[in-house]
Nanobody
Framework: QVQLVESGGGLVQPGGSLRLSCAAS????????MGWYRQAPGKQREVVAG???????NVADSVKGRFTIPRDNAKNTVYLQMNVREPEDTAVYYC??????????????????WGQGTQVTVSS
């Protein structure tokens, strides 16, 4: 079973830094695009940043210059390095990846996977 597991959320003061991690595990054949989304209370989920397998990145204008999205292919892990501001960065952050698994010794197609979400609260 292929899955994404996030970690690193919590309470952080305005102007502080936080790093989220998202590790893929299971019978993985290949991981393609990975990314982070967030959903604030009462708002729709929005894209934060994305990175391709070859580490080409896109970052939303709202976080550009404050967030980066490094990726470690050897560890099947994507990170979100955040320099936070209150209250706009308070949200549940979700990891997303397009991954192919292995079933019966054969690779599957690329399917969309989501992590369980991790809460980030920016508050003094």
């Amino acid at each position: 079973q292929v899955q994404l597991v996030e970690s690193g959320g919590g309470l952080v003061q305005p102007g502080g830094s936080l790093r989220l991690s998202c590790a893929a595990s299971g019978s993985i054949f290949s991981i393609y695009d990975m990314g982070w989304y967030r959903q604030a209370p009462g708002k729709q989920r929005e894209v934060v940043a994305g990175i391709t397998r070859l580490s080409s990145t896109n970052v939303a204008d709202s976080v550009k210059g404050r967030f980066t999205i490094p990726r470690d292919n050897a560890k099947n892990t994507v990170y979100l390095q955040m320099n936070v501001r209150e209250p706009e960065d308070t949200a549940v952050y979700y990891c997303n990846a397009c991954m192919s698994g292995v079933i019966g010794g054969r690779p599957t197609g690329c399917d969309d996977y989501w992590g369980q979400g991790t809460q980030v609260t920016v508050s003094s």
